[in-house]
Protein backbone atom coordinates (compact mmCIF):
# COMPACT_ATOMS: atom_id res chain seq x y z
CA UNK A 1 0.00 0.00 0.00
CA UNK A 2 1.28 3.40 -0.53
CA UNK A 3 -0.23 7.00 1.20
CA UNK A 4 -0.04 10.08 1.09
CA UNK A 5 -1.70 12.69 3.18
CA UNK A 6 -2.19 16.06 3.09
CA UNK A 7 1.26 16.38 1.50
CA UNK A 8 2.50 19.48 -0.30
CA UNK A 9 6.26 20.11 -1.74
CA UNK A 10 7.59 23.83 -2.01
CA UNK A 11 11.07 24.01 -3.81
CA UNK A 12 13.00 27.74 -2.66
CA UNK A 13 12.61 29.89 -4.70
CA UNK A 14 14.48 29.98 -8.38
CA UNK A 15 15.38 33.70 -7.72
CA UNK A 16 16.50 34.85 -4.61
CA UNK A 17 13.36 37.45 -3.63
CA UNK A 18 10.56 35.65 -4.96
CA UNK A 19 8.33 33.28 -3.47
CA UNK A 20 9.22 29.84 -2.86
CA UNK A 21 7.69 27.55 -5.67
CA UNK A 22 4.56 25.38 -4.34
CA UNK A 23 5.33 22.53 -6.96
CA UNK A 24 2.08 20.39 -5.59
CA UNK A 25 -0.42 21.15 -3.18
CA UNK A 26 -1.94 18.85 -0.38
CA UNK A 27 -2.24 15.80 -2.41
CA UNK A 28 -4.34 12.92 -0.69
CA UNK A 29 -3.91 9.49 -2.45
CA UNK A 30 -4.34 6.22 -1.45
CA UNK A 31 -3.22 3.23 -3.66
CA UNK A 32 -4.25 -0.33 -2.97
CA UNK A 33 -1.64 -3.39 -2.88
CA UNK A 34 -1.40 -4.49 -5.94
CA UNK A 35 -3.03 -1.48 -7.79
CA UNK A 36 -1.95 -0.25 -11.04
CA UNK A 37 -2.55 3.78 -10.49
CA UNK A 38 -1.60 6.41 -13.57
CA UNK A 39 -0.69 9.88 -12.85
CA UNK A 40 -1.47 11.96 -15.79
CA UNK A 41 -1.50 16.18 -16.08
CA UNK A 42 -0.02 18.93 -17.92
CA UNK A 43 4.13 19.07 -17.88
CA UNK A 44 5.20 20.91 -14.47
CA UNK A 45 2.14 19.92 -12.84
CA UNK A 46 4.53 17.94 -10.16
CA UNK A 47 3.89 14.23 -11.73
CA UNK A 48 7.58 13.84 -10.85
CA UNK A 49 8.27 15.43 -7.91
CA UNK A 50 4.99 12.81 -5.73
CA UNK A 51 7.49 9.91 -7.50
CA UNK A 52 10.56 11.67 -5.91
CA UNK A 53 8.27 11.74 -2.49
CA UNK A 54 7.40 8.64 -2.63
CA UNK A 55 11.17 7.59 -3.68
CA UNK A 56 12.04 9.34 -0.84
CA UNK A 57 14.56 11.41 -3.38
CA UNK A 58 13.36 13.78 -1.67
CA UNK A 59 11.51 14.89 1.43
CA UNK A 60 7.66 16.58 1.59
CA UNK A 61 7.30 20.05 3.10
CA UNK A 62 4.11 19.00 5.18
CA UNK A 63 1.94 15.74 5.34
CA UNK A 64 2.83 11.96 5.49
CA UNK A 65 3.79 9.27 2.96
CA UNK A 66 3.82 5.80 3.75
CA UNK A 67 4.82 2.58 1.74
CA UNK A 68 4.57 -0.59 2.15
CA UNK A 69 3.28 -0.17 6.12
CA UNK A 70 6.29 2.09 7.03
CA UNK A 71 6.58 5.66 7.10
CA UNK A 72 8.79 6.83 3.66
CA UNK A 73 12.46 8.62 5.26
CA UNK A 74 14.86 7.63 1.86
CA UNK A 75 15.09 5.46 -0.49
CA UNK A 76 14.48 1.67 -0.04
CA UNK A 77 14.41 -1.11 -1.64
CA UNK A 78 10.52 -1.83 -1.09
CA UNK A 79 10.30 0.74 -4.33
CA UNK A 80 12.05 0.28 -7.22
CA UNK A 81 12.05 2.98 -9.83
CA UNK A 82 12.20 3.33 -13.48
CA UNK A 83 12.77 6.53 -15.09
CA UNK A 84 12.27 8.35 -18.82
CA UNK A 85 15.83 7.48 -19.63
CA UNK A 86 16.77 4.05 -18.85
CA UNK A 87 19.88 5.22 -16.46
CA UNK A 88 21.54 1.63 -17.21
CA UNK A 89 25.07 1.94 -15.88
CA UNK A 90 27.53 1.82 -19.05
CA UNK A 91 30.38 -0.36 -17.50
CA UNK A 92 28.09 -3.27 -16.67
CA UNK A 93 26.76 -5.71 -19.42
CA UNK A 94 23.45 -5.72 -19.32
CA UNK A 95 23.16 -9.20 -17.03
CA UNK A 96 25.00 -7.19 -14.51
CA UNK A 97 22.95 -4.40 -14.87
CA UNK A 98 19.47 -6.88 -14.68
CA UNK A 99 21.40 -8.19 -11.30
CA UNK A 100 22.69 -4.67 -10.38
CA UNK A 101 20.17 -4.98 -6.94
CA UNK A 102 21.11 -8.27 -6.08
CA UNK A 103 25.40 -7.59 -6.45
CA UNK A 104 24.35 -4.85 -3.92
CA UNK A 105 23.10 -7.20 -1.54
CA UNK A 106 25.95 -9.31 -1.01
CA UNK A 107 27.64 -10.95 -4.27
CA UNK A 108 25.91 -13.25 -6.87
CA UNK A 109 25.38 -16.31 -4.74
CA UNK A 110 24.43 -19.65 -7.03
CA UNK A 111 20.73 -19.70 -5.65
CA UNK A 112 20.70 -16.43 -7.93
CA UNK A 113 21.79 -16.73 -11.36
CA UNK A 114 18.51 -18.71 -12.25
CA UNK A 115 16.76 -16.15 -11.05
CA UNK A 116 18.38 -14.02 -13.11
CA UNK A 117 18.27 -15.83 -16.05
CA UNK A 118 14.93 -16.48 -15.90
CA UNK A 119 14.22 -12.58 -15.86
CA UNK A 120 16.91 -12.44 -18.78
CA UNK A 121 14.31 -14.95 -20.62
CA UNK A 122 11.26 -13.20 -19.75
CA UNK A 123 12.69 -9.82 -20.47
CA UNK A 124 13.56 -11.05 -24.29
CA UNK A 125 17.18 -10.43 -23.51
CA UNK A 126 18.27 -14.01 -23.32
CA UNK A 127 21.88 -14.00 -25.60
CA UNK A 128 22.53 -10.35 -24.71
CA UNK A 129 24.16 -11.40 -21.43
CA UNK A 130 27.69 -10.44 -21.77
CA UNK A 131 26.49 -7.14 -24.48
CA UNK A 132 26.61 -3.58 -23.05
CA UNK A 133 24.26 -0.84 -22.94
CA UNK A 134 25.11 0.79 -25.70
CA UNK A 135 24.80 -2.43 -27.82
CA UNK A 136 21.25 -2.10 -27.20
CA UNK A 137 18.49 0.34 -28.57
CA UNK A 138 16.88 2.52 -26.59
CA UNK A 139 13.50 -0.25 -26.19
CA UNK A 140 15.58 -2.71 -25.24
CA UNK A 141 17.80 -0.84 -22.78
CA UNK A 142 14.09 0.21 -21.09
CA UNK A 143 13.54 -3.24 -21.02
CA UNK A 144 16.61 -3.86 -18.41
CA UNK A 145 15.77 -1.47 -16.70
CA UNK A 146 12.59 -2.60 -15.98
CA UNK A 147 13.86 -6.17 -15.32
CA UNK A 148 16.09 -4.88 -13.04
CA UNK A 149 13.69 -2.73 -11.04
CA UNK A 150 11.57 -6.27 -10.92
CA UNK A 151 14.38 -8.67 -10.26
CA UNK A 152 14.10 -7.61 -5.98
CA UNK A 153 9.98 -8.23 -6.06
CA UNK A 154 9.29 -5.09 -4.94
CA UNK A 155 6.37 -3.79 -3.45
CA UNK A 156 5.97 -0.45 -5.47
CA UNK A 157 7.05 0.10 -8.85
CA UNK A 158 7.49 3.67 -9.51
CA UNK A 159 7.59 4.86 -13.06
CA UNK A 160 8.25 8.30 -14.83
CA UNK A 161 7.16 8.19 -18.24
CA UNK A 162 9.09 5.42 -18.59
CA UNK A 163 8.04 4.95 -22.95
CA UNK A 164 7.85 8.60 -23.61
CA UNK A 165 11.38 8.89 -25.16
CA UNK A 166 10.31 5.48 -27.71
CA UNK A 167 9.27 5.42 -30.72
CA UNK A 168 4.86 4.21 -30.93
CA UNK A 169 5.81 0.49 -32.05
CA UNK A 170 8.21 0.05 -28.95
CA UNK A 171 6.69 2.05 -26.79
CA UNK A 172 3.04 -0.84 -27.38
CA UNK A 173 5.59 -3.73 -27.28
CA UNK A 174 6.75 -2.24 -23.99
CA UNK A 175 3.33 -1.68 -22.46
CA UNK A 176 1.96 -5.12 -23.33
CA UNK A 177 5.25 -6.54 -21.53
CA UNK A 178 4.94 -4.41 -18.71
CA UNK A 179 1.27 -5.52 -17.94
CA UNK A 180 2.41 -9.25 -18.24
CA UNK A 181 4.71 -8.64 -15.63
CA UNK A 182 2.50 -6.57 -13.37
CA UNK A 183 -0.11 -9.90 -13.56
CA UNK A 184 2.85 -12.19 -12.37
CA UNK A 185 4.09 -9.99 -9.54
CA UNK A 186 1.77 -7.76 -8.99
CA UNK A 187 3.22 -5.05 -7.41
CA UNK A 188 1.58 -1.75 -6.68
CA UNK A 189 2.47 0.56 -9.88
CA UNK A 190 2.84 4.49 -9.76
CA UNK A 191 2.84 5.32 -13.54
CA UNK A 192 3.05 8.58 -14.38
CA UNK A 193 2.71 9.46 -18.13
CA UNK A 194 1.52 12.68 -20.54
CA UNK A 195 -0.16 10.08 -22.67
CA UNK A 196 -3.90 9.74 -21.52
CA UNK A 197 -4.39 6.77 -23.42
CA UNK A 198 -1.19 5.00 -22.12
CA UNK A 199 -2.80 5.70 -18.78
CA UNK A 200 -6.07 4.15 -19.41
CA UNK A 201 -5.04 1.27 -21.35
CA UNK A 202 -2.37 0.14 -18.56
CA UNK A 203 -4.18 1.26 -15.24
CA UNK A 204 -7.17 0.20 -13.12
CA UNK A 205 -7.31 3.76 -11.72
CA UNK A 206 -6.18 7.36 -13.43
CA UNK A 207 -5.50 10.32 -11.25
CA UNK A 208 -5.49 13.36 -12.94
CA UNK A 209 -3.56 16.36 -11.84
CA UNK A 210 -4.52 20.24 -12.28
CA UNK A 211 -1.32 22.61 -13.35
CA UNK A 212 1.07 24.02 -10.90
CA UNK A 213 0.58 24.15 -8.08
CA UNK A 214 -0.44 20.19 -8.71
CA UNK A 215 -3.45 19.10 -7.39
CA UNK A 216 -5.74 15.91 -7.95
CA UNK A 217 -8.55 17.33 -10.13
CA UNK A 218 -10.12 13.67 -10.77
CA UNK A 219 -9.91 10.04 -9.48
CA UNK A 220 -11.42 8.08 -12.58
CA UNK A 221 -11.76 4.04 -12.15
CA UNK A 222 -10.91 2.24 -15.08
CA UNK A 223 -13.01 -1.28 -15.21
CA UNK A 224 -11.81 -2.64 -18.46
CA UNK A 225 -11.29 -6.35 -18.50
CA UNK A 226 -8.41 -8.06 -18.15
CA UNK A 227 -6.08 -8.89 -20.07
CA UNK A 228 -6.01 -6.24 -21.86
CA UNK A 229 -4.47 -5.45 -25.41
CA UNK A 230 -4.52 -2.48 -27.47
CA UNK A 231 -7.51 -2.93 -29.28
CA UNK A 232 -9.45 -2.00 -26.11
CA UNK A 233 -8.66 1.37 -27.19
CA UNK A 234 -11.00 0.48 -29.92
CA UNK A 235 -13.71 0.20 -27.25
CA UNK A 236 -16.78 2.63 -26.91
CA UNK A 237 -16.11 2.65 -22.72
CA UNK A 238 -13.02 3.53 -23.32
CA UNK A 239 -14.12 6.53 -25.74
CA UNK A 240 -15.66 7.10 -22.87
CA UNK A 241 -13.03 7.13 -20.35
CA UNK A 242 -10.80 9.31 -22.51
CA UNK A 243 -12.61 11.97 -22.57
CA UNK A 244 -13.36 11.86 -18.69
CA UNK A 245 -9.55 12.31 -18.34
CA UNK A 246 -9.54 14.99 -21.03
CA UNK A 247 -11.88 16.97 -19.49
CA UNK A 248 -10.31 17.00 -16.19
CA UNK A 249 -7.05 17.87 -17.62
CA UNK A 250 -8.43 20.61 -19.60
CA UNK A 251 -11.47 22.28 -17.53
CA UNK A 252 -11.95 25.66 -19.71
CA UNK A 253 -11.65 23.52 -23.06
CA UNK A 254 -14.62 21.31 -22.17
CA UNK A 255 -16.75 24.68 -20.49
CA UNK A 256 -16.05 26.66 -23.98
CA UNK A 257 -17.60 23.68 -25.40
CA UNK A 258 -20.53 23.32 -23.66
CA UNK A 259 -21.43 26.50 -23.87
CA UNK A 260 -20.76 27.19 -27.59
CA UNK B 1 18.04 4.57 -29.96
CA UNK B 2 14.68 5.53 -31.75
CA UNK B 3 14.11 2.42 -33.97
CA UNK B 4 11.44 1.57 -35.58
CA UNK B 5 10.71 -1.45 -37.59
CA UNK B 6 7.64 -2.64 -39.57
CA UNK B 7 7.50 -6.34 -38.79
CA UNK B 8 7.58 -7.76 -35.43
CA UNK B 9 11.04 -7.51 -34.15
CA UNK B 10 12.58 -10.09 -32.28
CA UNK B 11 16.01 -8.34 -30.13
CA UNK B 12 17.59 -10.29 -32.39
CA UNK B 13 16.68 -7.46 -35.21
CA UNK B 14 16.89 -4.74 -32.92
CA UNK B 15 20.62 -6.17 -32.44
CA UNK B 16 20.62 -6.40 -35.85
CA UNK B 17 19.89 -3.01 -36.49
CA UNK B 18 22.34 -1.84 -34.40
CA UNK B 19 25.25 -3.71 -35.68
CA UNK B 20 24.37 -2.51 -39.21
CA UNK B 21 24.43 1.45 -38.52
CA UNK B 22 27.96 0.74 -36.77
CA UNK B 23 29.31 -1.38 -40.18
CA UNK B 24 28.30 1.35 -42.24
CA UNK B 25 29.95 3.81 -40.18
CA UNK B 26 33.50 1.70 -40.68
CA UNK B 27 32.85 1.22 -44.18
CA UNK B 28 32.57 4.07 -44.81
CA UNK B 29 35.90 4.90 -43.33
CA UNK B 30 38.60 4.87 -46.39
CA UNK B 31 41.49 2.21 -45.86
CA UNK B 32 44.21 4.65 -46.36
CA UNK B 33 43.71 6.86 -43.41
CA UNK B 34 46.21 5.16 -41.27
CA UNK B 35 48.56 6.25 -44.12
CA UNK B 36 47.68 9.84 -43.74
CA UNK B 37 50.34 10.41 -40.15
CA UNK B 38 52.95 8.56 -42.67
CA UNK B 39 52.77 10.45 -45.42
CA UNK B 40 52.45 14.06 -42.94
CA UNK B 41 55.75 12.85 -41.99
CA UNK B 42 57.83 12.09 -45.08
CA UNK B 43 56.49 15.73 -46.52
CA UNK B 44 57.53 17.37 -43.61
CA UNK B 45 60.89 15.12 -43.49
CA UNK B 46 61.15 16.04 -47.53
CA UNK B 47 60.52 19.82 -46.60
CA UNK B 48 63.22 19.81 -44.13
CA UNK B 49 66.34 17.70 -46.17
CA UNK B 50 65.15 20.70 -48.95
CA UNK B 51 65.07 23.62 -47.37
CA UNK B 52 68.68 21.94 -45.23
CA UNK B 53 70.47 20.99 -48.62
CA UNK B 54 69.17 24.44 -50.27
CA UNK B 55 72.23 25.88 -48.08
CA UNK B 56 69.43 29.50 -47.39
CA UNK B 57 70.37 28.87 -44.10
CA UNK B 58 74.13 28.16 -42.70
CA UNK B 59 74.44 24.37 -41.88
CA UNK B 60 74.94 25.35 -38.12
CA UNK B 61 71.34 26.90 -37.75
CA UNK B 62 69.56 24.17 -39.97
CA UNK B 63 70.97 20.74 -39.64
CA UNK B 64 70.23 18.07 -42.20
CA UNK B 65 67.91 15.17 -41.53
CA UNK B 66 70.93 12.47 -42.04
CA UNK B 67 72.93 14.81 -39.97
CA UNK B 68 70.33 14.63 -36.91
CA UNK B 69 70.49 10.35 -37.87
CA UNK B 70 74.33 10.85 -37.49
CA UNK B 71 74.23 12.59 -34.46
CA UNK B 72 71.57 10.33 -32.96
CA UNK B 73 73.45 7.50 -33.87
CA UNK B 74 76.46 8.71 -31.88
CA UNK B 75 74.53 9.91 -29.12
CA UNK B 76 73.02 6.58 -28.46
CA UNK B 77 76.32 4.77 -28.91
CA UNK B 78 79.21 6.78 -27.20
CA UNK B 79 76.92 9.52 -25.66
CA UNK B 80 77.32 13.80 -25.20
CA UNK B 81 79.31 15.30 -22.64
CA UNK B 82 80.08 11.41 -21.16
CA UNK B 83 76.00 10.81 -20.92
CA UNK B 84 74.47 8.50 -23.55
CA UNK B 85 70.72 9.26 -24.89
CA UNK B 86 69.25 6.36 -23.32
CA UNK B 87 70.65 7.52 -19.83
CA UNK B 88 69.04 11.09 -20.74
CA UNK B 89 65.50 9.11 -21.89
CA UNK B 90 65.62 6.83 -19.06
CA UNK B 91 66.53 10.36 -16.26
CA UNK B 92 63.78 12.06 -17.93
CA UNK B 93 61.31 9.30 -18.30
CA UNK B 94 61.94 8.33 -14.51
CA UNK B 95 61.61 11.68 -13.21
CA UNK B 96 57.98 12.30 -15.13
CA UNK B 97 56.68 8.95 -14.24
CA UNK B 98 57.57 9.34 -10.64
CA UNK B 99 55.57 12.99 -10.04
CA UNK B 100 52.59 11.83 -12.52
CA UNK B 101 51.98 8.89 -10.31
CA UNK B 102 52.55 10.66 -7.30
CA UNK B 103 50.38 13.55 -8.59
CA UNK B 104 47.33 10.86 -9.58
CA UNK B 105 47.67 8.90 -6.17
CA UNK B 106 47.62 12.29 -3.98
CA UNK B 107 45.32 14.18 -6.27
CA UNK B 108 42.32 11.55 -7.18
CA UNK B 109 41.76 11.37 -3.55
CA UNK B 110 41.38 14.54 -2.58
CA UNK B 111 39.89 15.56 -6.04
CA UNK B 112 37.13 12.71 -4.82
CA UNK B 113 37.00 14.43 -1.56
CA UNK B 114 36.25 17.53 -2.36
CA UNK B 115 33.49 17.01 -5.06
CA UNK B 116 31.57 15.36 -1.61
CA UNK B 117 32.40 17.32 0.87
CA UNK B 118 31.45 21.49 0.41
CA UNK B 119 34.07 22.63 3.67
CA UNK B 120 36.83 20.58 2.10
CA UNK B 121 36.20 22.23 -1.26
CA UNK B 122 36.57 25.61 0.39
CA UNK B 123 39.35 24.78 1.91
CA UNK B 124 41.04 23.30 -1.04
CA UNK B 125 39.51 25.21 -3.91
CA UNK B 126 41.23 29.24 -3.44
CA UNK B 127 44.50 27.32 -3.00
CA UNK B 128 44.60 25.61 -6.31
CA UNK B 129 43.05 28.09 -7.74
CA UNK B 130 46.31 30.37 -6.68
CA UNK B 131 48.76 27.80 -7.44
CA UNK B 132 47.25 27.16 -11.01
CA UNK B 133 48.10 30.46 -12.98
CA UNK B 134 51.47 30.59 -11.28
CA UNK B 135 54.06 29.49 -14.32
CA UNK B 136 56.25 26.26 -13.10
CA UNK B 137 59.41 27.69 -14.27
CA UNK B 138 58.74 30.15 -11.27
CA UNK B 139 59.00 27.60 -8.76
CA UNK B 140 62.07 26.34 -10.06
CA UNK B 141 64.27 28.32 -7.74
CA UNK B 142 62.38 27.92 -4.83
CA UNK B 143 62.86 24.16 -5.58
CA UNK B 144 66.20 24.58 -5.57
CA UNK B 145 67.03 25.77 -2.68
CA UNK B 146 65.03 23.62 -0.82
CA UNK B 147 65.17 20.81 -2.45
CA UNK B 148 68.37 21.01 -4.05
CA UNK B 149 69.53 19.92 -8.13
CA UNK B 150 69.18 16.45 -6.81
CA UNK B 151 65.95 14.58 -8.39
CA UNK B 152 63.68 15.29 -5.51
CA UNK B 153 63.32 18.89 -6.62
CA UNK B 154 62.47 17.63 -10.30
CA UNK B 155 60.15 15.19 -9.45
CA UNK B 156 58.74 17.81 -6.82
CA UNK B 157 58.04 20.35 -9.83
CA UNK B 158 56.00 17.66 -11.86
CA UNK B 159 54.24 16.64 -8.82
CA UNK B 160 53.07 20.12 -8.24
CA UNK B 161 52.32 21.17 -12.38
CA UNK B 162 50.13 18.30 -12.75
CA UNK B 163 48.62 18.23 -9.75
CA UNK B 164 45.77 20.77 -9.77
CA UNK B 165 45.05 19.24 -13.52
CA UNK B 166 44.70 15.92 -11.78
CA UNK B 167 42.26 17.05 -9.02
CA UNK B 168 39.92 19.38 -11.29
CA UNK B 169 39.08 16.43 -13.54
CA UNK B 170 38.67 13.69 -10.55
CA UNK B 171 36.49 16.48 -8.63
CA UNK B 172 34.13 17.39 -12.12
CA UNK B 173 34.22 13.83 -12.96
CA UNK B 174 32.60 12.98 -9.64
CA UNK B 175 30.42 15.85 -9.92
CA UNK B 176 29.44 15.33 -13.61
CA UNK B 177 27.99 11.69 -12.27
CA UNK B 178 24.11 11.41 -13.49
CA UNK B 179 21.67 11.83 -11.13
CA UNK B 180 19.55 8.95 -11.87
CA UNK B 181 22.24 6.25 -11.36
CA UNK B 182 22.76 7.63 -8.15
CA UNK B 183 19.04 7.42 -7.74
CA UNK B 184 18.97 3.90 -8.95
CA UNK B 185 21.65 2.94 -7.08
CA UNK B 186 20.64 4.21 -3.50
CA UNK B 187 16.44 2.92 -4.42
CA UNK B 188 18.36 -0.79 -4.05
CA UNK B 189 19.78 0.02 -0.74
CA UNK B 190 23.37 0.52 -1.66
CA UNK B 191 26.07 1.71 1.08
CA UNK B 192 27.93 4.81 0.49
CA UNK B 193 30.87 2.83 -0.60
CA UNK B 194 28.88 0.73 -2.73
CA UNK B 195 27.40 4.04 -4.34
CA UNK B 196 30.97 4.81 -4.45
CA UNK B 197 32.34 2.07 -6.15
CA UNK B 198 29.89 1.32 -8.49
CA UNK B 199 28.64 4.47 -9.77
CA UNK B 200 30.57 7.37 -9.04
CA UNK B 201 34.35 6.12 -9.71
CA UNK B 202 33.28 4.53 -13.01
CA UNK B 203 31.54 7.70 -13.62
CA UNK B 204 34.66 9.74 -13.03
CA UNK B 205 36.59 7.84 -14.78
CA UNK B 206 36.63 9.35 -18.14
CA UNK B 207 37.01 12.60 -17.17
CA UNK B 208 40.30 11.29 -14.90
CA UNK B 209 41.66 10.24 -18.11
CA UNK B 210 41.32 13.05 -20.01
CA UNK B 211 42.94 14.91 -16.93
CA UNK B 212 45.89 12.72 -17.29
CA UNK B 213 46.32 13.51 -20.88
CA UNK B 214 46.91 17.14 -20.38
CA UNK B 215 48.82 16.66 -17.36
CA UNK B 216 51.34 14.80 -18.68
CA UNK B 217 52.06 17.24 -21.40
CA UNK B 218 52.11 19.58 -19.00
CA UNK B 219 55.17 17.36 -17.08
CA UNK B 220 57.47 17.23 -19.88
CA UNK B 221 56.98 21.19 -20.30
CA UNK B 222 58.07 21.51 -16.07
CA UNK B 223 60.64 18.69 -16.70
CA UNK B 224 62.58 19.96 -19.51
CA UNK B 225 62.72 23.44 -18.06
CA UNK B 226 63.75 22.09 -14.64
CA UNK B 227 66.76 19.79 -16.62
CA UNK B 228 67.83 23.21 -18.45
CA UNK B 229 68.55 24.69 -15.05
CA UNK B 230 70.03 22.50 -13.34
CA UNK B 231 70.61 19.21 -14.50
CA UNK B 232 73.73 16.71 -15.21
CA UNK B 233 71.14 14.19 -17.09
CA UNK B 234 67.81 14.15 -18.96
CA UNK B 235 66.62 15.31 -22.13
CA UNK B 236 66.52 18.85 -21.12
CA UNK B 237 69.82 19.01 -19.85
CA UNK B 238 71.08 17.27 -23.23
CA UNK B 239 69.74 19.96 -25.21
CA UNK B 240 70.76 22.97 -23.08
CA UNK B 241 74.45 21.47 -23.02
CA UNK B 242 74.25 21.33 -26.66
CA UNK B 243 72.85 24.57 -27.10
CA UNK B 244 75.35 26.05 -25.47
CA UNK B 245 77.81 24.53 -27.66
CA UNK B 246 76.16 25.12 -30.94
CA UNK B 247 75.66 21.11 -31.59
CA UNK B 248 72.38 22.09 -33.54
CA UNK B 249 72.19 18.45 -34.62
CA UNK B 250 72.18 17.49 -30.85
CA UNK B 251 69.53 19.60 -30.32
CA UNK B 252 67.28 18.62 -32.80
CA UNK B 253 67.80 15.04 -31.58
CA UNK B 254 66.65 15.95 -28.27
CA UNK B 255 63.13 17.59 -29.30
CA UNK B 256 62.70 14.52 -31.36
CA UNK B 257 62.72 12.24 -28.33
CA UNK B 258 60.82 14.55 -26.16
CA UNK B 259 58.32 14.52 -28.76
CA UNK B 260 58.22 11.14 -29.31
CA UNK B 261 58.55 9.83 -25.56
CA UNK B 262 55.28 12.20 -25.51
CA UNK B 263 53.66 10.70 -28.08
CA UNK B 264 54.07 7.37 -27.02
CA UNK B 265 52.84 8.10 -23.32
CA UNK B 266 49.50 9.58 -25.26
CA UNK B 267 49.22 6.48 -26.64
CA UNK B 268 49.41 4.20 -23.84
CA UNK B 269 47.31 6.21 -21.75
CA UNK B 270 44.96 5.64 -24.86
CA UNK B 271 45.27 2.27 -24.71
CA UNK B 272 44.49 2.17 -21.04
CA UNK B 273 41.27 3.84 -21.53
CA UNK B 274 40.25 1.80 -24.01
CA UNK B 275 40.92 -1.10 -21.59
CA UNK B 276 39.32 0.32 -18.80
CA UNK B 277 36.76 2.57 -20.07
CA UNK B 278 35.25 1.09 -23.60
CA UNK B 279 32.11 2.76 -23.02
CA UNK B 280 33.65 6.55 -22.85
CA UNK B 281 31.29 8.53 -25.53
CA UNK B 282 28.58 5.81 -25.98
CA UNK B 283 26.39 6.71 -22.48
N1 LIG C 1 14.64 20.44 -7.60
C1 LIG C 1 13.79 21.42 -7.92
N2 LIG C 1 14.03 22.69 -7.53
C2 LIG C 1 13.18 23.68 -7.85
N3 LIG C 1 12.04 23.52 -8.54
C3 LIG C 1 11.74 22.28 -8.96
C4 LIG C 1 12.61 21.17 -8.68
N4 LIG C 1 12.04 20.06 -9.23
C5 LIG C 1 10.91 20.46 -9.82
N5 LIG C 1 10.72 21.79 -9.66
C6 LIG C 1 9.57 22.55 -10.14
O1 LIG C 1 8.41 21.94 -9.66
C7 LIG C 1 7.41 21.92 -10.65
C8 LIG C 1 6.94 20.51 -10.88
O2 LIG C 1 7.97 19.78 -11.52
P1 LIG C 1 7.84 18.26 -11.95
O3 LIG C 1 7.40 17.47 -10.76
O4 LIG C 1 9.11 17.88 -12.57
O5 LIG C 1 6.68 18.31 -13.04
P2 LIG C 1 6.19 17.20 -14.06
O6 LIG C 1 6.97 15.96 -13.82
O7 LIG C 1 4.74 17.05 -13.79
O8 LIG C 1 6.41 17.76 -15.44
C9 LIG C 1 8.00 22.55 -11.90
O9 LIG C 1 7.56 23.88 -11.97
C10 LIG C 1 9.48 22.49 -11.66
O10 LIG C 1 10.11 23.59 -12.25
MG1 LIG D 1 8.31 14.88 -15.06
Redesign the pocket.
Known amino acids: MVSLQQVR ?1 T ?2 A ?1 VRGQDP ?1 L ?2 DTIDLTLADGQFCSLV ?12 LVGGF ?1 QPSAGRIAASGRSVIGPGPDRAVVFQEAALLPWMTVEANLAFALTLRGGRPAANTERIAQMMEVMGLTGFERHYPYHLSGGMQQRVAIGRALLTNPEVLLM ?2 PFGALDAQTRSDLQRFLLELWSRLNPTVLF ?1 T ?1 DVEEAILLADRVVV ?1 SP ?1 P ?1 RIVDDIAVNLPRPRTWDAVLNREFGELRRQVLDALRPSDSRARRLS | MGHSWKNRPGPAAEMADVAAAQGLWERTRPGYRQLVPWMVAVTLVLVWAGVAASGIFPKIYVPSPLRVVRDGATLATSGFAGVTLLTDVLASVGRISAGFIAAILVGVPIGFWMATSDIVFAAIDPMLQFLRPIPPLAYIPIMIIWFGIGELSKVILIFFCTIPIIIISAMSGVRGTQETRLRVARCFGATRWQVFRHVILPSALPEIFTGMRVAIGVAWTCLVAAEMIASQSGLGAMIHTAGNEIRTGVVFVGIIFIGLIGYTMELVIRLIEKRVIPWKGKA
Not at chain 1, 41 to 52: E, R
Request: aromatic fraction near 4%; proline fraction near 11%; charge should be neutral.
Open positions: KYPPLAVGPSGCGKTTILNEDEVHMRG
